[in-house]
């Protein structure tokens, strides 16, 4: 049996803690490490425990969970933590703010149980959770604007080969690498490695900032189809 998925809590609603705690550590597959009530409590349980994801809200005391989020994408000594925004708040700033930041997805604390698992083994597993219509249409309006914050990664294109080039495109609509492999008549491990090798040369932490890349350098726009 494979290590369970190791979580850190973050939220200043101790009662929603103790709920999804509940529930998380009820799963097999999950076991919650630490809480943390404020976004600068939860850097500094990341920085301690190096958890594979936290789940993190936005609107925190002392540090809010989108600067949190940035801190740990920026510590290159939590490369392999990643990060789960769930909120209240699902203005649709937020959800381009948060993957700026370098979250691997972005739901709301409406979401279902069984929903709410299932996105924590997506991000977990270095996916994102960007994959409903809906959503990617969103992310293109909102990342096609200009933003004050600098993106977390940089963007060299013309590292990418042309290959490359296409599978971030297909990325960016939220394509598994299954159906990547459908498009482009090749194997799913082919289709992981290009997807790994582009991840690598773009300096992406994982998909959602492929996605990120993808919109702000322009190489998808919106209205394009996407």
């Known amino acids: ?49 190096c958890p594979d994801l936290v789940l993190m809200d936005i609107r925190m005391p002392v540090l809010d969970g989108l600067e949190a989020t940035r801190l740990i994408a920026a510590d290159p000594a939590l490369g392999s933590v990643k990060v789960l925004i769930l909120t209240t708040f699902e203005q649709d700033e937020y959800v381009a703010e948060a993957l700026r930041a370098g979250a691997g997805g972005f739901l709301g604390k409406g979401v279902d149980p069984e929903e709410l698992l299932r996105a924590i083994r997506i991000v977990a597993g270095g996916n994102s959770l960007l994959s409903p219509a809906a959503t990617r249409a969103l992310i293109a309006r909102f990342l096609a604007q200009p933003s004050d914050t600098a993106p977390t990664v940089s963007a060299p294109l013309d590292a990418l080969t042309a290959r490359e080039l296409e599978v971030v495109t297909l990325v960016a609509t939220g394509l598994s690498n299954e159906e990547i492999a459908g498009q482009l008549f090749v194997t799913p491990l082919t289709a992981k490695t290009h997807v790994n090798r582009a991840m690598t040369k773009l300096g992406a932490r994982d998909r959602a900032q492929v996605v990120v890349i993808a919109y702000e350098s322009g190489l998808v726009r919106p209205g394009s189809g996407y």
């Open 1 to 49: 049996m494979s290590a369970p998925i190791r979580i850190l809590l973050a939220d200043d609603q101790a009662l929603l803690r103790g709920t999804f705690r509940l529930l998380l550590d009820s799963t097999p597959d999950f076991e919650v490490v630490a809480e943390a009530g404020d976004g600068a409590a939860a850097v500094k349980l990341a920085q301690e425990l």
